[in-house]
Nanobody, 121 residues
Framework: VQLQASGGGLVQAGDSRRLSCAAS????????TAWFRQAPGKEREFVAA????????YGADSVKGRFAIFRDSIKKMVYLQLHSLRPEDTALYYC???????????????WGQGTLVTVSS
């Protein structure tokens, strides 16, 4: 397993949640770690990405101001902090690693298994 995502669960609208992604050494050598999500019946959607060098971050417009991505280089962890959750944020959240910032899933080489976030209204 290259990436291990965790932290999902059942929350209420307006709640906050932190998702974690543990990267193996192999995945850690990739330049970028990203979060995607996939809701039932929908395509996998880019959420946010961070560069290991310099920690520059990128986010989807749909989550700007509510979600934040950050990394801990020492622990080899990447986090996705979710705030002001909405029912439409319900999805399987995946972390992924690759060499470039891409907003499509095919741009990443390594994937975690996904962690489910369910937001009730």
């Amino acid at each position: 397993v290259q990436l291990q995502a965790s932290g999902g669960g059942l929350v209420q609208a307006g709640d906050s949640r932190r998702l974690s992604c543990a990267a193996s050494i192999r995945a850690f050598t990739s330049a970028v770690t990203a979060w995607f999500r996939q809701a039932p019946g929908k395509e996998r959607e880019f959420v946010a990405a961070v560069r290991w060098q310099g920690a520059r971050t990128y986010g989807a417009d749909s989550v700007k101001g509510r979600f934040a991505i950050f990394r801990d280089s020492i622990k080899k962890m990447v986090y996705l902090q979710l705030h002001s959750l909405r029912p439409e944020d319900t999805a399987l959240y995946y972390c992924a690693a690759g060499d470039y910032i891409r907003r499509t899933a095919d741009g990443y080489d390594y994937w975690g298994q996904g962690t489910l976030v369910t937001v009730s209204s």
